[in-house]
């Protein structure tokens, strides 16, 4: 069982996590990239994250930096999906207003776009050919991040960062109610995250152990 202190903290973070915002990213090749995603979805509230894997080999987003006590991937939960279309329909069948990112002049610039829905989702493509012509087609809208360099593009992980804090810039400024998760989704992933402290407590011990034991084997040796 987790300490009073630590079951605090994760209670803050469950009630600060935003109500009707996920991202979704298509054929992700880094994991790198998608654990730098995930980081800026803990920073801003954002608790589950759908990942497409279509073309791309799948692996598991909760084992990206899974070594490192600063990692925050672990926290999040994932919808995991390997076709495209399916994602994306079911995810408008929920009601979700999908919103692509995209290298297009002719796209809105996001922070002209009204992102104030109840639910959004943000969709990003993969590090070398961006978004996919079905997952375009399927979205609701499409936006971009206006760049006035040299480069026109930049990291996936990047422009999710300033995609999601237009988001939640907006949110707070014209409809604050939309950060606010309900009691029913406070408790949700509180339940979810008091699973992954208990299951992490494991692991962890289970690792001292192993490093322990391989410590012991190391000192016999050397005694020999």
Not at 51 to 74: H, L
Not at 93 to 114: F, H, K, N, Q, S
Not at 131 to 150: E, N, Y
Not at 184 to 211: D, G, I
Request: glycine residues 4%; proline residues 5%; contains cysteine.
């Amino acid at each position: 069982m987790p300490t009073d202190k630590r079951l605090n903290k994760l209670r803050r973070v469950a009630e600060r996590r935003q109500s009707g915002f996920t991202v979704v990213v298509e054929d992700v090749f880094d994991p790198h990239n998608l654990g730098a995603i995930t980081r800026s979805c803990d920073a801003f509230g954002i608790q589950e994250i759908n990942v497409i894997f279509e073309t791309q080999p799948p692996f598991d987003p909760k084992e990206v930096g899974k070594n490192s006590s600063t990692a925050t991937n672990k926290w999040l939960s994932y919808r995991i999906h390997n076709d495209t279309e399916q994602a994306l329909r079911t995810l408008k069948r929920e009601g979700w207003l999908v919103v692509a990112t995209v290298l297009d002049p002719a796209a809105e610039p996001i922070y002209a776009v009204d992102l104030c829905q109840p639910q959004i989702a943000l969709l990003f493509g993969n590090e070398k050919t961006g978004l996919s012509s079905r997952a375009i087609a399927l979205s609701d809208k499409q936006v971009t991040i206006p760049m006035l360099g040299i480069a026109q593009s930049i990291n996936v992980s990047v422009s999710a960062a300033l995609a999601i804090y237009e988001v939640t810039r907006q949110r707070r400024e014209r409809c604050p109610e939309r950060l606010q998760p309900s009691p029913q989704e406070v408790e949700r992933t509180l339940a979810y995250l008091l699973e992954m402290h208990e299951h992490l407590s494991k692991r962890n011990k289970r690792l001292r152990k192993e490093r322990a034991k391989t410590r012991s084997s190391a000192t016999a040796k050397s005694d020999r």
